[in-house]
């Protein structure tokens, strides 16, 4: 439940909590009116940003954005009204895990590991705090990824995950049943800004839950390797100074039955410890320079931890070449929205696999955006 991007490169302008804590006053800067929801016009992505599969990554340097897969702005015209975090949600969120959240966590895991045989292997470096933390997530990659963070977190308190509304409330069934189970505070890029997920955030931490978020912001990227993080964790980071648990994830990119999957928790860490000397021991004013510099730092720390791990894990979730993917488009694209997928494979993906296997190569798996809708394999 990803927050999509603004386009490639690392230019904050095209981070909405980040532009919402930087920006002065109710207007943007050409003086126009901004409707609710909707982007100002020099956020907005040309549609063809979110059809070019990015360039290869040099082998040196920090990590690059993804493209986006969809157009959040023209969603949120043709919604009317966005409401995004405690709004949406419309009560505080809860971290004991009632029976209804249960049941559908155990029916999630015979499904997924039952039914389509997914293989999970789960490790944790250590113990957890008992509640009230922040989850940093990646490398996000597919509508996975959040059933991996469950299955790897005890059932209770409760994970509420910061998700993309775009990508997860796709119909009005869908946003009714999620508000009522609960889990998902969306946000809009484009939307009402940094304050309203600052206060998602409190209010979880504050009930003694756990806040996740997955700050890549969509599930394009590359394959093993993390796509640059936007710094809106950062900022919900400083502006709540909870403990901080990393998870680093691997295997979603592409899904078959029997497909291996890998997530590591790792140590529960602080803003203190990731950010070392350049850490005064007080938060920055909110909305300052300072805190901002301090958010890009963070986001380098968060990378430098999970980078390696992601990789490490990726190597684990490889088949061998000649392995059958059975359903490989139909469960990859499950719950996935309309928009490309762009899945840049690594030097040693393994591209001889997927055609030997009869499939598309690895990371090409089409655009659901109009009459290009993959089939199953």
């Given at each position: 439940m990803p927050v999509e991007p603004g386009g490639g490169g690392r230019r904050d302008r095209a981070d909405p909590v980040v532009a919402a804590a930087t ?237 291996r999957m890998a997530i590591r928790v790792l140590r529960p860490t602080t803003v203190a410890e990731l950010l070392g000397a350049t850490w005064r021991g ?67 993906a393994d591209d001889s696999a997927g055609r030997e296997a009869g499939g598309a190569e690895p990371g090409a798996f089409g655009d659901r955006s109009g ?7």
């Open positions: 920006t002065a006053g109710p207007e943007p800067a050409d003086g126009a009116p901004r409707a609710p929801g909707v982007a100002a016009p020099e956020a907005q992505i040309p549609e063809a940003a979110t059809r070019e599969a990015a360039a290869p990554e040099p082998s040196t340097g920090r990590p690059r954005r993804a493209p986006a897969r969809i157009r959040p702005e023209s969603l949120a015209r043709r919604a009317g009204e966005v409401r995004e975090g405690l709004t949406w949600l419309g009560r505080p969120p809860e971290a004991r895990a009632g029976l209804l959240y249960r049941l559908l966590v155990a029916l999630a895991r015979v499904v997924l590991v039952g039914c389509f045989r997914f293989r999970i292997e789960i490790e944790q470096e250590g113990p957890l705090p008992s509640g009230g933390y922040l989850v940093v997530a990646a490398a996000h990659r597919g509508w996975m990824d959040p059933f991996l963070v469950l299955f790897a977190l005890p059932v209770e308190p409760r994970p509420w995950f910061l998700g993309s509304g775009p990508s997860t409330l796709t119909s009005r069934f869908r946003a009714a049943f999620i508000r009522r189970v609960g889990g998902l505070l969306p946000v809009w890029r484009g939307g009402v800004g940094v304050e309203q997920h600052v206060a998602a955030a409190r209010a979880v931490l504050e009930a003694g839950g756990v806040f996740v978020q997955m700050p890549e912001g969509t599930v394009n990227g590359p394959i093993g390797r993390l796509a640059a993080f936007r710094h809106g964790a950062s900022l919900i980071a400083l502006r709540t100074l909870a403990p901080i648990v990393l998870v680093a994830m691997a295997g979603t990119e592409e899904l078959y039955l029997g497909k007080a938060p920055p004013p909110p909305g300052s320079r300072t805190e901002l510099e301090l958010a890009r730092r963070l986001s380098a720390a968060f990378e430098a931890r999970l980078g390696p791990v992601v990789a490490e894990l990726h190597r684990r979730t490889v088949d061998p070449p000649g392995r059958r993917r059975w359903s490989r488009r139909r469960l990859t694209w499950l719950f996935l929205g309309p928009g490309p997928l762009i899945h840049e494979p690594t030097a040693e009459t290009d809708e993959p089939t199953e394999d």
